[in-house]
């Protein structure tokens, strides 16, 4: 398992340091090609959260969710007990509509593309750790992508703190959660979550700090698939 | 030195996500002239405007004078006109067979595109069987069409085959690696003992040795130098010929 520590030294986190505060993100993982059965998978790890993600696609499509000019996006997530239930669903349907900007969906028309998320453990963070998961997935998969995503969890705490990847009990006791997906491209935000009450200002500092924090996890993206490459000549 | 090439020269064989941009400005001679300059995109790179983009993640190889594409280790299989692949037969419907060859789709098969066959003289194909043939028609839009026949109306290897054997699966990157010419992991293999193998482009392999033992050995070894360095394989495969595994 490729591991590599985020964690930049503990700095001050004040509201003005902006470019101090960005840098801490919990420690984060990732395996890649693990199941057999699937056409891609990988495994994201951010502090205790983990994910477990399988990618199926281009296959074939039920007649009623085809589309003629385009591919289906399907993401299932599967909590870690009991079955799915709205908070799920909404979840997938961020991951979707990312997945959907970020694939070059009108090269395989007429197919679908599934992506499972398996929650392994949920310890905060965990929509951001889900968009991660499934951007290795399909990178693994090898379905043609305009750009990467990733995705990042800010919580504000009660000081007006900015906290980032933030564990469960950090988000329980926060003001505001916000998610974003960044792309790789030009660092812009693809989807956004949010959760509780915020500024405008502290939204556009939130912007900024995670998309500080994506080139990060854009730069572990690169190190880890060219360590999966690393023995093929 | 041209311009495109130098920009795509310093990184073959690195390993490229997708995202990564190759930006080059068409060239402007002073007399106002355009030099015109081709390049030949393969899988995973794609032109965009004044850029190439590439679109999935994987090593950039270089062909001599001017290709340029991305060797990637996808699993599934998508249909590329001219390519050879292993097929199973799963209905026979009228004139046509449907064919599962691992894309997205279906392939149907004429069941005039075999050797000799007729229309009086139908060709003996039973659902289940494994079939090896060409794709004659293979785009985004149409239902990818396969042929066990070549222009000249002869088998050439291709048809029904596979009577017993195992038939399994592996990633694509392999399979390029098994079919390249020369390819060394095939070279090793062949020393340790003979055996029947048959390579599709779509992933699936089927060996066929002298004992039931001996094919599953040759399956295990191909499994696993998947993910191994040239001597890592050449070590492993230098035990089992010697039988201490």
């Known amino acids: 398992m490729t591991r590599m520590s985020a964690t930049r030294g503990l700095c001050m986190r004040t509201m003005m340091e902006l470019d101090q505060s960005c840098s801490v993100l919990r420690e984060y993982g990732s395996e890649q090609s693990l199941l057999s059965k699937p056409d891609g998978s990988s495994t994201f790890v951010q502090g205790d959260t983990s994910i477990l993600a399988g990618v199926y696609g281009p296959a074939e499509v039920k007649v009623s969710k085809e589309i003629y000019d385009r591919a289906t996006v399907e993401v299932l997530i599967q909590p870690k007990m009991g079955l799915p239930g709205v908070r799920e669903r909404a979840r997938e349907q961020c991951v979707r509509e990312t997945c959907e900007a970020a694939l070059l969906l009108t090269l395989h028309p007429r197919s679908s593309v599934t992506v499972v998320l398996q929650v392994i453990h949920d310890d905060g963070s965990l929509l951001s750790c889900c968009l991660n ?76 700090i995670s998309q500080k924090a994506s080139e990060q996890i854009f730069q572990f993206y690169r190190d880890s698939v060219k360590r999966r490459y690393s023995k093929i000549q | 030195m041209d311009t495109i090439h130098a920009c795509f020269k310093e990184k073959i064989g690195e390993v490229l996500l997708p995202g990564d941009v190759f930006s080059f400005r068409l060239p402007e001679s002073g007399d106002g002239s355009i030099k015109s300059e081709k390049i030949i995109c393969g899988p995973g790179l794609r032109r965009n405007g004044e850029e190439v983009r590439v679109c999935k993640s994987g090593i950039l190889r270089h062909k001599q004078p001017n290709m340029y594409w991305i060797d990637s280790q996808q699993r599934r299989y998508v249909p590329a006109k001219g390519e050879s692949v292993i097929g199973i037969v799963t209905t026979k419907s009228g004139d046509v067979f449907k064919v599962d060859v691992g894309g997205s789709e279906q392939a149907s098969l004429s069941y005039l595109a075999f050797e000799g066959a007729t229309k009086r003289n139908r060709p003996n194909v039973q659902v289940g069987d494994l079939v090896y043939g060409q794709f004659t028609i293979a785009n985004k839009d149409m239902e990818p069409e396969l042929v066990c026949i070549d222009s000249c109306g002869r088998a050439n290897g291709m048809g029904v085959f596979g009577a017993d054997g195992l038939l399994f699966k592996v990633s694509l990157g392999l399979v390029r690696r098994l079919l390249a010419p020369q390819s060394e992991i095939i070279k090793d293999l062949e020393k340790i003992f003979p055996f029947e193998l048959v390579v599709g482009m779509n992933g699936r392999v089927w060996v066929k040795a002298k004992t039931v033992q001996q094919t599953l050995i040759v399956t295990n070894l191909l499994e696993t130098s998947e993910n191994m360095t040239s001597q890592q394989r050449q070590t492993l495969f230098k035990r089992v010929a010697e039988g201490s595994l």
């Open chain 1, 133 to 208: 998961a499934a951007c290795m997935a399909l990178m693994d998969a090898g379905l043609p992508m305009s750009h990467l995503f990733c995705g990042v969890t800010c919580a504000i705490s009660k000081e007006g703190q900015i906290i980032i990847d933030p564990t469960a009990r950090q988000e329980k006791e926060c003001r505001a959660l916000l998610t974003f997906a960044i792309d790789s491209a030009e660092c812009n935000v693809l989807i956004s979550s949010t959760t509780g009450s915020f500024s405008v200002q502290e939204l556009q500092q939130c912007i900024a």
